[in-house]
């Protein structure tokens, strides 16, 4: 283990390292400032990610890959053959696919808590993982001139049997949060919240705030009602050990949304001495490209001709993310909300989004026919799934109904489209909290789900007083969002240029002092 104060003279290393860098090309008449998001040489270096796969993960990993290839580093995707990428729809990164061994039948259950610890233990168990990460760095040794050295690996927090792979070989590993900087902060509190009996939750305290991590209460913790409480700690401590062991993190969040968070977050890992902890998002907004490219379903792009047919915020959009699911007695209620509202609607109805139900497509057959007859009447549309970000941004949408997802809430403040929240499980509670409390962007559709009150929330949210109030706070939200895009000056453009000289100068004199 090494002392705080080796670690400390490693950072300050790889700090001048940067700087001097940064001298040197003031020098040479390239200054960052003068290049606004700033090209680096073409193939100055590789970069590797590994991104979970499952869609709310993939998603922001490659977004960063297609951030980082912007400023002239190479790309190389590992991938999974469960949830396997499309590499036909890259054609700028080179794909590696590795044998993950995660067992069928744990697949086949479709719970996220068994299929990560699953999928690392068959890691763990296998080379294949690190044969791939050593035929890539050999590869990149052997190229230098058209395939660049392989610099660090991105991985998600979760895949700690990647990040062991890689030390073993040497190939430092920095990390990509996908959710919140409070989500993060919760996982790295979780012993604390288990020690003072926060967790697991009791009936009569779900009300109760922890005053060790504002504002949240009880009934907001990382909690899960589906998975095995003991499953979920350990994933947690595990994803707080790669993080703990890694050369850098970086959180897909920007620095006006959670200062207060992103500041507990900075002092929790003082010890650890990481040397870079970056907020860089949101990060779709920073990279070129498109969601739709690394979407596991096909998106159904005539819901965009039906928006451009409606009013200016008129319609509400309604999709529940890629993983959350209800009953059929639930889905007919949010049918019936939808279709006694009175207002347009978009509403994305994927597989597996009904429990006990073979499929999307047969769950669409049997709608009610009230949900028909606003579709026949142009008030309403169904679809398998939409083209999220460029849905939210489309002039017709005036409101978001969502599990509240990271990604989902993230691309909602980026458009500034107020939000009704129905979390679930995970950080989907605490997303809630900030939107309805802190950032006043939204309201939580609580309790039972009625079709009654489903209405009334709509309409609070579309066309009464408290809806346009929220609407201007998300409207405030959006422009702090630009602020923080602006090429110069902007806290997440700044973060990534930040990201691109570490990797490019700070990282292997940091790594070479440890």
């Known amino acids: ?22 001298v040197q ?16 040489p073409r193939s100055a270096a ?32 590992l991938h999974t053959r469960f949830n396997a990428l499309d590499p036909a729809r890259y054609p700028e990164f080179q794909f590696v696919a590795v044998a993950d061994g995660t067992p069928a039948d744990v697949v086949a259950t479709g719970r996220i808590i ?34 660049p050295r392989a610099a660090c690996l991105f991985i998600d927090a979760n895949l700690l049997a990647v990040h062991m792979a890689a030390r073993k070989i040497g190939l430092p590993t920095l990390v990509l949060r996908t959710g919140s900087a409070a989500c993060f902060g919760c996982f790295l509190a979780y012993p604390m919240l288990h020690d003072k009996g926060y967790l697991p939750p009791r009936e009569s305290e779900v009300c109760t705030p922890v005053p060790e991590l504002p504002p949240l209460r009880v009934k907001d913790l990382v909690y899960s ?25 970086v959180i897909n969040t920007f620095e006006a949304l959670e200062a207060a968070e992103i500041g507990r977050l900075r002092d929790e890992l003082a010890a650890d001495d990481l040397p ?83 499929g999307g497509d047969s769950v669409r057959r049997r709608l009610p026919d009230g949900v028909e007859d606003a579709v026949k009447a142009g008030r309403g549309m169904v679809v398998r799934w939409a083209p999220q970000q460029e849905v939210l941004g ?92 602006e090429r110069s000056s902007g806290s997440s453009q700044i973060a990534i240029d930040k990201l691109v000289d570490y990797i490019l100068y700070g990282l292997r004199v940091y790594n070479c002092s440890l």
């Not at 300050?12 to 940064?22: E, I, K, L, N, P």
């Not at 296998?126 to 890539?136: G, I, P, R, T």
């Not at 993310?321 to 209620?333: K, Q, R, V």
Request: hydrophobic share 40%; with cysteine.
């Open 25 to 40: 090309e003031a020098r040479d008449g390239d200054v960052h400032g003068s290049r606004g998001p700033h090209l680096q």
């Open 46 to 77: 590789r970069v590797l990610v590994f991104p979970l796969p499952f869609q709310g993960h993939i998603d922001p990993m490659l977004h960063l890959a297609g951030v980082l290839h912007s400023r002239g580093l190479a790309v190389t995707v």
């Open 225 to 249: 009602k589906h998975s095995d409480h003991e499953l979920v700690r350990r994933v947690l401590a595990r994803a707080s050990e790669t993080v703990r062991g890694c050369s850098g993190l």
């Open 1 to 22: 283990m090494l002392s705080s104060a080796h670690r400390h003279r490693a950072y300050t290393s790889a700090q001048q390292a940067v700087a001097m860098a940064g």
């Open 394 to 485: 489309h002039r017709a949408v005036g409101g978001f109904w969502s599990h509240c997802g990271w990604n989902s809430t993230l691309e909602a403040i980026s458009e500034g489209v107020p939000m009704i929240c129905r979390p679930d499980a995970v950080d989907q509670m605490m997303n809630t909290r900030y939107v309805q409390d802190v950032w006043g962007v939204g309201l939580e559709l609580e309790g039972e789900l009625e079709r009654g009150k489903i209405k009334d929330a709509i309409s609070k949210l579309m066309s009464e007083r408290e809806g346009g109030e929220m609407r201007e706070r998300a409207q405030e939200l959006r422009a702090k969002v630009e602020g923080c895009l």
């Open 276 to 358: 870079v902890i970056l907020a860089a998002g949101p990060l779709h907004k920073l990279s070129s490209n498109n969601s739709s490219r690394s979407s596991l379903l096909a998106p159904d792009r005539s819901c965009i001709e039906w928006l451009d047919a409606q009013r200016s915020r008129s319609v509400l959009y309604v999709s529940f993310g890629s993983m959350a699911a209800m009953d059929w007695s639930e889905f007919l209620e949010v049918a019936w909300g939808l279709a006694e509202s009175g207002h347009p609607f978009l509403w994305v109805v994927r597989p597996n989004q009904v429990r006990g139900c073979d």
């Open 114 to 147: 068994d299929i990560i610890l699953a999928m690392n233990a068959a890691m763990e168990a296998s080379s294949a993982v690190e044969e791939a990460l050593a035929s890539a760095v050999l590869a990149d040794e052997s190229h230098s001139s058209s395939h």
